[in-house]
C-alpha cells in the first residue's frame, strides 16, 4: 500500500524504528529454546495462527508501553514516546530446566521436560540443581526467574491466602486405542493382489478373467480388517498409578490407522487423560509478594510459582504456570488479587487435534498442493 503521505519521502521505506508507533522486541541470537512448530498463515490475523504454537511451546506475549526516560528494552533502542513493545517470552523454562514440584523439606525438584524419540511418552527428567540465581541476592530486586521459581504461596492461617479452591485429578488410561478403518494402500493392496490372482487362475485354465467377480465377493471379508488399529501404552503411567487403575481408552479421531491422524489422536488421548491440577486462591497484594510484571511485582501471567494446599501430603508443594490473573475490589472489600495456577480452562484435545488437522489441511489445499 502507499503510505499515508505519498508526497513525504521519509514515509517510503520506513525503517527508522524511532517514529514507529509499535515495535517488536528482537531475540538475541542463539538463546530461542522454544519447541519446533508448523507455522501456517495465508491471510489470517496473527491471534489465530500464534495461539496454539504459544500454548505449546508455553510462551507468553507481553505488551508494555515505553514513556521517556525508562531504561531501554534492549540495547540501543531508540524509541518514541508511548511506542508499544510487543515481546514473547518464555516464562515456563520447561525445555530448558525448571521445577515442578517438591516439597517444604527437601525443597522443589529441578527437572526439564523430555519427550520420547516416539512422539508420545513424556515426563519431567531430573537433573542437576543449578546455582542459585544472582538476583535474587540484589537488594531491591523483585521478580521471579523460570529456571529457579522463588513464589511459594503457603495456604495456613496466617498466610497471604484469603480463599482458595484445589482441583486435582490424577492420570488415568495406561493404553490408548484408535482406528477402524486399514492403514492407506492395505485394502488396495489386497485388491490388487485378489484380481491379479483371479486372473491368472483363469489364464491357466482358459476361462475368462475372474479376478474381478472373486474380489468383490472376498471385498467384504478383508477390508478394514488388517492393520485397521493400533494401540500405545505408557509403561510409565501404568507402573506409577500401581496395580489398579483404568486399563484402555479409545482414542477417537484417528479412522485410518497408523496415519498422521491416529497418531494425533492418541497423543490427545493421553493429553486428556494426564494428571493435572488446578488452584484458584486469592490474596491481599503485599502479602508477602507484589503482584506484577518483573521490576513491578515478583510475579504476573506466565511465571512458575508455586503454592501448598491443604489436605494434601504435608509439605507438598505444586508448581505450575500462573494461567490467570484478575483484580476485584468493591465498597466493601479491600482490592484482592485472584490467582490461577495450572488449567485455567480445560480444552477438549480431541477437538484440538481435529482442529489442527483441520487447519494443516486447508493451508495444504490453500497453497494448491491438493
Given at each position: 500500500m502507499l503510505p499515508d503521505d505519498p508526497l513525504d519521502a521519509n514515509q517510503w521505506f520506513d525503517l527508522d524504528q524511532s517514529s514507529w508507533s509499535m515495535v517488536v522486541a528482537p531475540d538475541p541470537v542463539g538463546q530461542d529454546n522454544s519447541v519446533f512448530a508448523i507455522?501456517?498463515?495465508?491471510?489470517?490475523?496473527f491471534f489465530t495462527v500464534a495461539k496454539p504454537i504459544l500454548q505449546d511451546a508455553q510462551l507468553t506475549p507481553t505488551f508494555r508501553r515505553y514513556l521517556t526516560g525508562d531504561p531501554p528494552p534492549w540495547e540501543g533502542a531508540k524509541l518514541r514516546n508511548g511506542c508499544l513493545i510487543i515481546d514473547i517470552l518464555d516464562k515456563s523454562g520447561y525445555t530448558t530446566g525448571?521445577?515442578?514440584?517438591?516439597?517444604?523439606?527437601?525443597g522443589l525438584l529441578y527437572a526439564v521436560q523430555q519427550f520420547a524419540t516416539d512422539g508420545f511418552d513424556d515426563g519431567t527428567l531430573p537433573i542437576p540443581d543449578p546455582n542459585f540465581p544472582e538476583e535474587y541476592y540484589q537488594p531491591g530486586w523483585i521478580g521471579t526467574l523460570p529456571q529457579c521459581p522463588g513464589i511459594i504461596y503457603r495456604e495456613e492461617a496466617h498466610s497471604g491466602i484469603q480463599t482458595s479452591l484445589f482441583t486435582g485429578s490424577p492420570a488415568k488410561d495406561v493404553q490408548h486405542v484408535t482406528g477402524g478403518h486399514s492403514m492407506p494402500g492395505v485394502n488396495e493392496l489386497i485388491s490388487a493382489t485378489v484380481n491379479m490372482a483371479g486372473d491368472m487362475i483363469a489364464m491357466m485354465i482358459g476361462v475368462p478373467p475372474i479376478g474381478g467377480m472373486l474380489d468383490s465377493l472376498l471385498k467384504p471379508l478383508y477390508t478394514d480388517v488388517f492393520l485397521s488399529f493400533m494401540a500405545w501404552k505408557d509403561p510409565s503411567r501404568a507402573q506409577s498409578l500401581g496395580f489398579s487403575h483404568y486399563r484402555e481408552r479409545f482414542a477417537a479421531g484417528g479412522d485410518n490407522a497408523y496415519t498422521i491422524s491416529a497418531l494425533l489422536g492418541l497423543r490427545a488421548s493421553m493429553?486428556?487423560?494426564?494428571?493435572?491440577?488446578?488452584?484458584?486462591?486469592?490474596?491481599?497484594?503485599?502479602?508477602?509478594?507484589?503482584?506484577?510484571?518483573?521490576?513491578?511485582?515478583?510475579?504476573y501471567v506466565g511465571d512458575r510459582i508455586g503454592s501448598t494446599v491443604r489436605g494434601t501430603p504435608p509439605g507438598s508443594i505444586y508448581v505450575d504456570r500462573v494461567s490467570e490473573i484478575t483484580l476485584t475490589w468493591d465498597r466493601k472489600t479491600a482490592p484482592t488479587w485472584n490467582i490461577t495456577i495450572g488449567q485455567r480452562i480445560p480444552v477438549d484435545p480431541?477437538?484440538?487435534?481435529?482442529?489442527?488437522i483441520q487447519a494443516i489441511m486447508g493451508a495444504i489445499h490453500d497453497l494448491g498442493v491438493i
Amino acid at each position: 500500500m502507499l503510505p499515508d503521505d505519498p508526497l513525504d519521502a521519509n514515509q517510503w521505506f520506513d525503517l527508522d524504528q524511532s517514529s514507529w508507533s509499535m515495535v517488536v522486541a528482537p531475540d538475541p541470537v542463539g538463546q530461542d529454546n522454544s519447541v519446533f512448530a508448523i507455522l501456517l498463515a495465508r491471510f489470517k490475523d496473527f491471534f489465530t495462527v500464534a495461539k496454539p504454537i504459544l500454548q505449546d511451546a508455553q510462551l507468553t506475549p507481553t505488551f508494555r508501553r515505553y514513556l521517556t526516560g525508562d531504561p531501554p528494552p534492549w540495547e540501543g533502542a531508540k524509541l518514541r514516546n508511548g511506542c508499544l513493545i510487543i515481546d514473547i517470552l518464555d516464562k515456563s523454562g520447561y525445555t530448558t530446566g525448571t521445577s515442578f514440584g517438591g516439597d517444604l523439606f527437601t525443597g522443589l525438584l529441578y527437572a526439564v521436560q523430555q519427550f520420547a524419540t516416539d512422539g508420545f511418552d513424556d515426563g519431567t527428567l531430573p537433573i542437576p540443581d543449578p546455582n542459585f540465581p544472582e538476583e535474587y541476592y540484589q537488594p531491591g530486586w523483585i521478580g521471579t526467574l523460570p529456571q529457579c521459581p522463588g513464589i511459594i504461596y503457603r495456604e495456613e492461617a496466617h498466610s497471604g491466602i484469603q480463599t482458595s479452591l484445589f482441583t486435582g485429578s490424577p492420570a488415568k488410561d495406561v493404553q490408548h486405542v484408535t482406528g477402524g478403518h486399514s492403514m492407506p494402500g492395505v485394502n488396495e493392496l489386497i485388491s490388487a493382489t485378489v484380481n491379479m490372482a483371479g486372473d491368472m487362475i483363469a489364464m491357466m485354465i482358459g476361462v475368462p478373467p475372474i479376478g474381478g467377480m472373486l474380489d468383490s465377493l472376498l471385498k467384504p471379508l478383508y477390508t478394514d480388517v488388517f492393520l485397521s488399529f493400533m494401540a500405545w501404552k505408557d509403561p510409565s503411567r501404568a507402573q506409577s498409578l500401581g496395580f489398579s487403575h483404568y486399563r484402555e481408552r479409545f482414542a477417537a479421531g484417528g479412522d485410518n490407522a497408523y496415519t498422521i491422524s491416529a497418531l494425533l489422536g492418541l497423543r490427545a488421548s493421553m493429553w486428556a487423560t494426564r494428571e493435572i491440577f488446578t488452584h484458584k486462591f486469592s490474596v491481599a497484594d503485599g502479602l508477602p509478594w507484589l503482584v506484577g510484571q518483573n521490576g513491578f511485582g515478583h510475579f504476573y501471567v506466565g511465571d512458575r510459582i508455586g503454592s501448598t494446599v491443604r489436605g494434601t501430603p504435608p509439605g507438598s508443594i505444586y508448581v505450575d504456570r500462573v494461567s490467570e490473573i484478575t483484580l476485584t475490589w468493591d465498597r466493601k472489600t479491600a482490592p484482592t488479587w485472584n490467582i490461577t495456577i495450572g488449567q485455567r480452562i480445560p480444552v477438549d484435545p480431541v477437538a484440538r487435534a481435529f482442529e489442527r488437522i483441520q487447519a494443516i489441511m486447508g493451508a495444504i489445499h490453500d497453497l494448491g498442493v491438493i
